[in-house]
């Protein structure tokens, strides 16, 4: 989420760290599940992103992830971020936040 909203909205790991962003909402228990809150930044970027902002997002994810040694392709981030930015412009527009469960 952290590397989504950097890329969506601009600013800086430490920015969002000083913000108190990410929102833990639950977990952090023995089995390593945590929830965290999507922000209102977040939230507010991938509701307004047109598809060529998602599919610039998703090649500087995969990118960024394949540095790190972990393999996400290009077409899978766009589809992740796409159904994301479609999951909460839903949310929004019922009033509700969106949430991201992390295994």
Do not use: H, N
């Not at 981030?77 to 929004?92: E, H, N, P, T």
């Amino acid at each position: 989420m952290v590397e989504w909203e950097c890329l969506l909205a601009g600013g800086g790991f430490e920015e969002l760290v000083e913000a108190g962003e990410p929102r833990l909402v639950a977990g952090q228990e023995d089995d390593g599940c945590v929830v965290f809150a999507i922000s209102s930044r977040l939230s507010a970027a991938l509701a307004e992103a047109e598809r060529s902002e998602l599919e610039d997002a998703a090649v500087a994810w995969s990118s960024q992830r394949a540095k790190d040694g972990e393999v996400i392709g290009m077409e899978i981030a766009s589809v992740i971020l796409g159904d994301l930015a479609a999951l909460v412009s839903s949310a929004r527009r019922q009033g509700q936040g969106a949430y991201c469960w992390v295994a």
